[in-house]
């Protein structure tokens, strides 16, 4: 009786969260979404340090599966425990965390309700590494609702021959994860043999690459920061003709976000390879002016000393919470 007592008193001591100006914003952006998602994107914006700006630096991990073990951990050996990285999330304040199955069902239990969590339901290995990439589907939504997650994560490879395998499954889970009130999370990463290296990253590729998964459903997307290479003649002709500014990282975030239905669809940014200090801070900088949304950082947070990575990740939330010039 006691222990109804002390959750009765802590309801009436707590007033109800309420959303923040940002966040209503945001979610009336997603317009035919039921409350149920549009409550789990709220939850993921009022999570952590960055709770209700409309920001949000995300943790993932799902580079072990991606390019293997000790390629991922080995630099920090504390990284080869699935609970680190929970632990890691939540000391530095991020707004969620992300993963493949055997990751998040290692340690959720011990932090459920913590922190919110992002299923990863397809990977793709570098055992057998293709030009055209298909990633295998390794969860469900049914996984994610078990585990308590809030969304699902899905990567597709634009410029892939496999890319319409890839846009049906993800079609086929949104539909699922929606209908039982998940988010969907799509990494949308242009990749494939008729693409050159330097149209990976291309301005014209990654703001595509953005509007693809907008258009498959996505409520968050994920790509990588683009260059100022054009690859698609075409699109060459397009950005001469109309003088779209690409000549600044930060206007090229603001195209990309532009791509995603007039910024109308959250962009975060990939963190990539570990890199100096100072360049993934200028990095972010960038996004913030150009209007991103943030950041989802992997190996530039994980690969360090956990001092270190709380240290890095509170100055990038310093940088996107205007803190920090």
Same mark, same amino acid.
């Given at each position: 009786?006691a222990? @109804?007592?002390t959750?009765?008193?802590?309801?009436? *001591?707590?007033?109800?969260?309420?959303?923040s *100006?940002?966040?209503?914003?945001?979610?009336?952006?997603?317009?035919?979404d039921?409350?149920g998602?549009?409550?789990n994107i $709220?939850?993921?914006?009022? %999570?952590?340090r960055?709770? &209700?700006?409309?920001?949000?630096v995300?943790?993932?991990v799902?580079?072990?599966?991606e390019?293997?073990?000790?390629?991922?951990f /080995?630099?920090?050996p504390?990284? #080869?425990?699935?609970?680190? %990285?929970?632990?890691?999330?939540l000391? /530095?304040?991020c707004n969620?965390?992300a !993963?493949p199955? &055997?990751?998040?069902?290692?340690?959720?239990?011990?932090?459920a309700? *913590?922190i919110p969590?992002?299923l990863?339901l397809?990977n793709?290995?570098?055992l057998?590494?293709e030009?055209?990439?298909l990633?295998?589907?390794?969860?469900?939504?049914k996984?994610?609702l078990r585990?308590?997650?809030?969304?699902i &994560?899905?990567?597709i490879y634009p410029?892939s021959?496999?890319a319409r395998?890839m846009?049906?499954?993800?079609?086929?889970l949104?539909?699922e994860?929606?209908?039982?009130?998940l !988010? @969907?999370?799509?990494?949308? #990463?242009?990749?494939g043999?008729?693409?050159?290296?330097?149209?990976?990253t291309?301005?014209d590729?990654?703001a595509?690459?953005?509007?693809?998964? $907008?258009?498959?459903?996505?409520?968050?997307i994920?790509?990588?920061?683009?260059?100022?290479?054009?690859e698609?003649? *075409?699109?060459?002709?397009a950005?001469?003709?109309?003088?779209?500014?690409?000549?600044?990282?930060a206007d090229?975030?603001?195209h @990309? @976000?532009?791509s995603?239905?007039?910024?109308r669809?959250?962009?975060?940014f990939s963190?990539?390879a570990k !890199?100096? +200090?100072e360049?993934v801070?200028?990095?972010?900088?960038?996004?913030? +002016?150009?209007?991103?949304?943030?950041?989802?950082?992997g190996?530039?947070?994980?690969?360090r000393p956990?001092?270190?990575a709380?240290?890095?990740?509170?100055t990038?939330?310093?940088? #996107?919470a205007?803190?920090l010039?």
């Amino acid at each position: 009786m006691a222990v @109804v007592e002390t959750v009765k008193t802590a309801f009436r *001591e707590s007033p109800p969260a309420r959303n923040s *100006e940002h966040v209503r914003v945001i979610l009336s952006w997603y317009e035919s979404d039921s409350p149920g998602t549009k409550t789990n994107i $709220a939850r993921l914006l009022n %999570h952590g340090r960055l709770a &209700g700006t409309g920001k949000l630096v995300i943790l993932p991990v799902d580079q072990g599966f991606e390019h293997g073990p000790a390629r991922s951990f /080995a630099v920090n050996p504390g990284g #080869y425990d699935p609970n680190y %990285h929970f632990e890691l999330a939540l000391e /530095a304040g991020c707004n969620a965390y992300a !993963a493949p199955l &055997g990751f998040l069902e290692a340690a959720a239990s011990r932090h459920a309700g *913590e922190i919110p969590l992002i299923l990863k339901l397809n990977n793709h290995d570098v055992l057998h590494d293709e030009k055209d990439p298909l990633s295998a589907v390794t969860g469900s939504v049914k996984d994610a609702l078990r585990l308590g997650c809030v969304a699902i &994560g899905f990567t597709i490879y634009p410029g892939s021959s496999e890319a319409r395998t890839m846009y049906e499954e993800l079609r086929a889970l949104a539909e699922e994860a929606k209908a039982n009130g998940l !988010a @969907v999370v799509v990494w949308s #990463y242009p990749r494939g043999s008729s693409l050159s290296k330097a149209g990976e990253t291309g301005i014209d590729v990654v703001a595509y690459a953005a509007h693809i998964a $907008a258009q498959l459903g996505a409520h968050i997307i994920k790509v990588k920061l683009p260059s100022d290479h054009i690859e698609q003649p *075409e699109a060459q002709k397009a950005y001469t003709a109309a003088n779209v500014p690409i000549g600044t990282l930060a206007d090229r975030v603001r195209h @990309v @976000v532009q791509s995603a239905f007039n910024g109308r669809r959250i962009v975060i940014f990939s963190g990539g390879a570990k !890199a100096a +200090d100072e360049t993934v801070f200028e990095e972010a900088r960038a996004i913030r +002016d150009g209007g991103g949304f943030g950041s989802i950082i992997g190996r530039n947070s994980f690969q360090r000393p956990k001092d270190q990575a709380l240290k890095f990740l509170g100055t990038i939330m310093g940088i #996107y919470a205007g803190e920090l010039k």
